[in-house]
């Protein structure tokens, strides 16, 4: 034991080896203030951009009562804006949720060209402003845009309609869920897809009994951020829409109009979206501490 130990054997540097990690398993007091001081910091930034303003747009929509409060998001307006929200989003996400699962199988399990074009391209919603984006469908859809003769022709109507809305979803919207399961198929591999072919198992079997059992908790955690993205969306939507109050209004909308003519109405509309966040929230986090071993497979 003295031999292993001797300076001249290397005996000072594994010394010094076990030194750090006796060290790192006690940190000294300078490392554990600041660590303590790191997240007073956090919690200081998170409480002051997130919690308060949240907090603000609640105590603004009762600060004139419980009464008024129900009146103002109970006005027809209003009322058909959630409806629409709900509508748009009920059906851009499954459009979504069929894109991912296509996407992420496509690019876990199969080697083609234009691989890294098609992840580029998913890629796409996040690098370009939701405006933009909403331009881009005017430029296509609208009424002189490059389809826009052949659907006037064709009584069809995309742009300031519920198509439009939709599209306008579903592009903002698309990376969520395929961005969730494309790292999750590749570390998990396609052996046991191959294992079922093998076995005699038809495409859907292996689809409904194996992929989709492996993937289903990081599916509903991509489905989770796309709901929440798609009915809070304002840029796309905002361009794409006409502003039609009672028709193409979608509750974002909706606050943005009542801003403009009754705050504290405004702040109730606001409210209702604050409340679906926070479920939105509360649903992601009840995932994350169930099923957070199998979201993480892939880190």
């Not at 580029?120 to 845009?145: Q, R, T, W």
Request: glycine share 8%.
């Amino acid at each position: 034991m003295a031999t292993a130990l001797d300076p001249a054997l290397g005996g000072g540097a594994l010394m010094a080896a076990v030194a750090s990690v006796v060290s790192i398993g006690q940190p000294a007091w300078s490392v554990r203030i600041a660590r303590v001081v790191l997240l007073l910091a956090a919690l200081a930034v998170l409480a002051w951009l997130l919690v308060l303003p949240l907090l603000a747009i609640f105590a603004e929509a009762f600060r004139q009562g419980y009464a008024f409060y129900l009146d103002a998001i109970k006005q027809p307006d209003t009322i058909a804006a959630v409806r629409l929200t709900f509508t748009v989003a009920a059906i851009a996400v499954p459009l979504n949720l069929v894109f991912g699962l296509a996407a992420a199988w496509s690019m876990t399990h199969f080697e083609f060209r234009g691989k890294a074009l098609l992840g580029a391209l998913i890629d796409l919603p996040f690098s370009i402003s939701p405006v933009v984006a909403g331009m881009m469908l005017i430029l296509v859809y609208g009424k002189d845009g490059w389809l826009g003769s052949w659907l006037e022709a064709h009584g069809l109507q995309v742009i300031f309609a519920l198509p439009g809305l939709v599209l306008a979803t579903v592009l903002v919207t698309l990376p969520f869920v395929a961005r969730e399961l494309i790292p999750l198929m590749q570390a998990q591999g396609s052996e046991q897809e191959e294992a079922a072919l093998t076995l005699g198992a038809s495409g859907w079997q292996i689809f409904f009994r194996v992929t989709l059992p492996r993937v289903r908790w990081a599916l509903l955690y991509g489905v989770l951020l796309c709901n929440a993205r798609a009915m809070g969306e304002f840029g796309a939507v905002y361009v794409v829409s006409g502003h039609l109050r009672g028709i193409t209004n979608t509750l974002p909308l909706q606050v943005d109009q009542l801003y403009q003519e009754n705050f504290s109405a405004a702040f109730a509309a606001a409210s209702l979206l604050a409340l679906l966040t926070l479920v939105t929230l509360g649903i992601k986090r009840v995932v994350e501490w169930r099923h957070g071993d199998a979201l993480n497979t892939h880190l």
